[in-house]
């Protein structure tokens, strides 16, 4: 369907197709300009494939150089531009724009210097993230964030969303994971951001360039910070005959001072279409399954393992199985990677939701999703990671039924109030983008929103890095009609949003 | 009186500052001021340490939000009734310090390599802009990737920015048992030492060197520790119990600091090797924090940081202000006073 870009959002401007495809081939290959429909199609949406654009142009520049010249090619005729690694983005932060450039970042695949000693990869954006963790290998070194499109997705995108994945509580966000950046700025200039140190003199640009959604800067090279290997690691799963109990565990586990590498959730919906898509041994009874895994030396996990196992069981636990060897331990993870790909079995489609809560309101907001559920008509199936409190409710609906994708919207919609109300934030690691801009206006303040404008300008003065993604325009929240919240309390909270 | 009035009163003060073009000084605990040594005495102070309380902090959230005012030890006396911590380890510089202060000069302790640093703990913040308005970004949950990261940005931005009002931390369960194992050896084999200690997945929290002694805090087991480093370059081994060393050299009370000279606080990637500039050296960081005591031209210390892509900042001195700072490359100098321009467009905060 069409994306919800507002006209407060839009960029116009006077720029004939042909004009700009001359100059472009005045320093770019003819197959690095993409302008025709059926060329154009494949980048048309990112993973949130419910909303499409057809792009204007596409680019697949090869140098710096040459993106430094788009750029200020379309800074001076006002053109906007939006960047895409590998498009597996769940919020639309990478759909084009129809009057727009699209720079694909897919040339820049390269590992540019290991530095063992100094524990750091410096890469182009378009290397996959799993791509340096099998690169370094060798050295008992990894990468640690882990988002489970790591076989397909970017560096460049990843520090864009700020991406997580399931060790994120222990081993933390892309944020954390990064020590330098090399960006253009939409003026075409390039800057240094941060250090292969441990710190550097200045604002800590990094924080605020990394999870900016491409409306900053285009990302050219990331340094990224490696860790050593975890020499032993073991999972086990707690299996449990109420969601809300299973909900409660897992701040129990945290209060019981212990840090998990993983602490996985799965409700009944997403126990059964994973079990039926790939046979890992859960229990198709169960209302909620947890997965823990703890890691560290083989001393450290040993001692943990003591503490944890009675510690589920007198947290309302049934049953707790711990997976005995790296094949039980492989079968174990199996249906938690698989859940989305084995939910999209059991549904024609489904619309993955992010928002974080704190642990402590799991339990309840389980449940009011579960009313929601039933409110809407549509099944909501829960796979998420429940030590960070970042949820990810999939809503079950059927596109090619009229109404059904609205109805799915408008839940989608409560459960982010939901988290808002809760204490809680709208997206955990998938990003605004296009999808959740318009929560934006609950969630912060128009005073703060205004500071958002104010810190995009300050890198991109003429707005026209990925415009309409991430940051609402004030006209926008003015429509919305959500303009203030207080202390997470919403106006009006029982009006319908859309 | 009462904490909204207190915000009420800076918002005042602020916009008192823009009428009359003059330019504030925020202060809290007053214990961190040396930092700022270009900064002149006499600017108006906008004093925030009355701005203080726990606002919330619940041990299994592993979040703590507390006002601005708050002071340092009062947050770690309660976090450790709990068995917790702030694991960047920050250093207070004065009994009276703050945890405005703390997020505004982003300084971590020795943890700081291996559990992050104060911006990596840092979840949500609430502050007053140039223009005199409250803002909240972050939150008090793990993840949150909606809106800029403000929040981290405020950490180590020394008030320049805007005033912090309230922020949400991060915190750790606090090891049960850390002991340190001091070993002999000289500077050059310690620093290919400190590179195989990171490399491998250990339990150590810190790793410093000074006058001859590798200093290595771990909790559990020593072997797979001394297992990893090269027997032959060491001369001597023993282990210590009191954390008296690691909280003192945190807060700048080992001998080495009081030693005579300018201070120099020199961040390169941690394997850098010795650098050639004469004085006395103390390694923090696993290496990748060095003070230097030296007499040596400010040029050469400059110099040497950035030949190994580093950042060098005088850090004590009796010289006279304005002290010299590190050239900053013209993009992202530009960058950066844009960035401050976005919060604080008439230059109220120093």
Known sequence: ?498 | MCTSELVSQFQEEILNAQLEKSRLQIVGGDTKAFLKPNVPASLTRLEIGGYQGIVDYQPSELVLTARAGTSLTIINETLAEQGQMLAFEPPAFGRSATLGGIVASGLSGPRRPFAGAVRDFVLGCKIINGQGEVLTFGGQVMKNVAGYDVSRLMAGSEGTLGVILEVSLKVLPAPKKELTLNIAMPIESALVQMVALRRHYLSISAVAYENGFLRVRYSGSKTGILSVLDTSVITDVDVESSQNYWHALKEQQVDFFHTKGDLWRISVPPATPVLSVPGHWFYDWAGGLRWLKTAAPVAAVFGAATAHGGTARLFRSSQQAPWPRQEVALPLARLNKRVKAAFDPSELFV
Request: net charge negative; aromatic share 6%.
């Open chain 1, 1 to 498: 369907m069409i994306p919800p870009i507002h006209p407060a959002e839009r960029i116009s401007h006077r720029v004939k197709k042909p004009e700009l495809l001359a100059e472009l081939r005045t320093f770019l290959p003819g197959d690095a300009i993409l302008f025709e429909q059926e060329m154009l199609k494949p980048y048309e949406c990112d993973a949130l494939a419910a909303y499409q654009t057809m792009p204007w142009i596409v680019v697949l520049p090869e140098t710096v150089e040459a993106i430094q010249r788009v750029l200020r090619l379309c800074n001076d005729y006002g053109i906007p531009v939006v960047a895409r690694g590998a498009g597996t983005g769940l919020s639309g932060g990478a759909l084009p724009l129809d009057n727009g450039v699209l720079i694909s970042m897919v040339k820049f695949n390269k590992i540019l210097a290991i530095d063992c000693d100094n524990l750091l990869a410096v890469v182009e954006p378009g290397v996959t993230n799993l791509a340096i963790s099998k690169k370094v290998a060798k050295e008992g070194l990894y990468y640690a964030p882990d988002p489970s499109s790591q076989i397909a997705c970017t560096i460049g995108g990843n520090v864009a969303e700020n991406a997580g994945g399931v060790h994120c509580l222990k081993y933390g966000l892309t944020t954390h994971n990064i020590l330098r950046l090399k960006i253009l700025t939409m003026a075409g200039e390039l800057v240094v951001i941060g250090s292969h140190g441990f710190d550097s003199e200045g604002y800590d640009l990094l924080a605020i360039l990394t999870g900016s959604e491409g409306m900053l800067g285009i990302i050219i090279e990331v340094s990224v910070k490696l860790l050593p290997l975890v020499p032993s690691a073991q999972v086990m799963m707690a299996v449990f005959d109420c969601v809300e109990i299973a909900g409660k565990a897992v701040a129990g586990v945290i209060a019981a001072g212990l840090i998990p590498a993983g602490l996985e959730m799965m409700d009944n919906t997403a126990i059964c279409a994973a079990e039926e898509f790939c046979h890992a041994g859960y229990p198709i009874t169960a209302k909620a399954i947890l997965l823990c895994e703890i890691d560290g030396t083989a001393e450290q996990v040993t001692e943990q393992l003591e503490q944890v196992y009675p510690l589920l069981l007198s947290l309302g636990a049934q049953t707790v199985e711990i997976a005995h060897d790296e094949l039980a331990r492989q079968k174990m993870w199996a249906g938690r990677k698989a859940a989305f790909p084995a939910v999209g079995r059991i549904s024609p489609d489904y619309y993955c939701m992010d928002g974080t809560i704190p642990r402590h309101q799991l339990a309840a907001v389980l449940k009011s999703i579960a009313g929601l559920s039933e409110k809407y008509g549509l099944p909501v199936a829960n796979v998420f990671h429940a030590g960070d409190g970042n949820l990810h409710p999939l809503i079950l609906y059927d596109g090619n039924v009229p109404g059904d994708f609205d109805k799915a919207e408008r839940l989608g919609s409560d459960i982010l109030s939901l988290s808002i109300r809760v204490g809680g934030t709208i997206t955990g690691e998938h990003g605004v983008g296009v999808e959740k801009i318009n929560h934006m206006c609950i969630q912060f303040s128009l005073a703060t929103l205004n500071q958002f404008h104010a810190i995009k300008a300050a890198f991109d003065e003429k707005g026209l890095l990925n415009p309409g993604k991430g940051l609402p325009s004030l006209r926008r929240c003015a429509e919305f009609g959500a303009l203030h919240v207080h202390h997470g309390e919403l106006p009006h909270k029982d009006l319908e949003r859309f």
